[in-house]
Structures are given as C-alpha cells and as structure tokens.
C-alpha cells in the first residue's frame, strides 16, 4: 500500500488533504513541516497550504528526498522559491472559484483534467515564474501559473486546493498523484 505524508504546513484545508486520501484508503499520516527529513518513510509527500512562507519549518530539505512531492497552494510556493522560480503577491487576493486552463495534456499530475476546470484557489500569493526544469501546466486568467510540475524529478504542484468540494476533478489529482508515487 502507497504510503503518504501530508506536512502541516499550517493551513485551513490541511485536514481534508489527508481525509481525502484517507477516504481513498491510502496509508496517510499528517507529519509536522519541524520533523527532520531523515524521519520522512514515505512513498510521496503532500506539501499542504498554508498562511505564511516564513513558517514552512524543514519543507525546503524535504524537496531533496528523492521521492515524489505534490505542493498545494504555499506547497507549490515553496518549491518555486526554493528552486530558483518567483513568488509574489497575486492580483486578485482571496479565496475564489477559477476556471483553469490545463495546458499540458501530457502532464501526469493535472493532463487528464478537463480543459477548463473549474477549482477553488487563494490568490494572495502566486507562483509568477517557473524554476529552471519545471513547466507551467495549467494556467487562468488572473493568474499565469496555476500548476507546475518538473517530472524528471518528480516535482508537482496546483495553486488551487484539490481537496475541497468546490474543486472539480480534486479526487482525479490525487489519484494521478498515487500513480506517480507507484
């Protein structure tokens, strides 16, 4: 059975992260983002959402554990400042329905999702370029990278928030994410 560690990165939805792969019965467990990343034994990682990335405590050393991580949200920010990409301030501020273009349908993370998507997603912060590896997959109109992935390393992440009901096709971005961890 695939085994999946959710870091508390602090954020609203962080328990449904977890009930929802649990509700698909994966071997879940919410960890810490202090615990260090030798106690890590996991077949992936979600890095959750999250108020503030100043608080992401070890989520930078455990991008670097040679296994495969989906960032949601402050996740997908993590992994793009830590890499070399931007983050700043996005237009449009709070929680919202947005519709999302998918813009590689090759991607296994986000490819298999309908062309437009409806999803809800925070706005405060956005990813606004890539870090060197990673390709933007899905973007909308008020923000330019609403998902990325850098499969060569096994890097994923959504702006939006996959594991509320609001979110179309949430159920079908974990389960693609199960698949890569398999």
């Given at each position: 059975m695939t085994r999946i560690d959710v870091i508390d990165n602090h954020g609203?939805?962080?328990h449904l992260e977890q009930r929802a792969l649990r509700d698909m019965g994966v071997d879940v467990e919410m960890i810490d983002n202090e615990t260090p990343p030798e106690e890590i034994d996991a077949d992936g990682i979600v890095?959750?959402?999250g108020p503030d990335i100043d608080r992401i405590g070890n989520c930078p050393e455990y991008l670097g554990l040679d296994i495969p991580v989906f960032g949601i949200c402050l996740?997908?920010?993590i992994m793009a400042d830590e890499l070399g990409g931007t983050v700043g301030s996005g237009e449009y501020g709070g929680y919202a329905d947005v519709t999302v273009d998918i813009t590689d349908d090759d991607d296994p993370l986000v490819g298999s999702l309908a062309?437009?998507?409806r999803v809800w997603a925070s706005h405060a912060d956005e990813v606004k370029t890539v870090p060197d590896g990673f390709e933007r997959t899905a973007r909308s109109d008020i923000?330019?990278?609403e998902a990325m992935s850098d499969t060569d390393r096994d890097l994923y992440g959504v702006q939006w928030?996959?594991?509320v009901a609001h979110t179309e096709e949430g159920e079908a971005v974990f389960e693609n994410f199960l698949e890569i961890c398999e």
């Amino acid at each position: 059975m695939t085994r999946i560690d959710v870091i508390d990165n602090h954020g609203q939805f962080t328990h449904l992260e977890q009930r929802a792969l649990r509700d698909m019965g994966v071997d879940v467990e919410m960890i810490d983002n202090e615990t260090p990343p030798e106690e890590i034994d996991a077949d992936g990682i979600v890095l959750s959402g999250g108020p503030d990335i100043d608080r992401i405590g070890n989520c930078p050393e455990y991008l670097g554990l040679d296994i495969p991580v989906f960032g949601i949200c402050l996740g997908m920010q993590i992994m793009a400042d830590e890499l070399g990409g931007t983050v700043g301030s996005g237009e449009y501020g709070g929680y919202a329905d947005v519709t999302v273009d998918i813009t590689d349908d090759d991607d296994p993370l986000v490819g298999s999702l309908a062309p437009d998507t409806r999803v809800w997603a925070s706005h405060a912060d956005e990813v606004k370029t890539v870090p060197d590896g990673f390709e933007r997959t899905a973007r909308s109109d008020i923000c330019g990278v609403e998902a990325m992935s850098d499969t060569d390393r096994d890097l994923y992440g959504v702006q939006w928030h996959p594991e509320v009901a609001h979110t179309e096709e949430g159920e079908a971005v974990f389960e693609n994410f199960l698949e890569i961890c398999e």
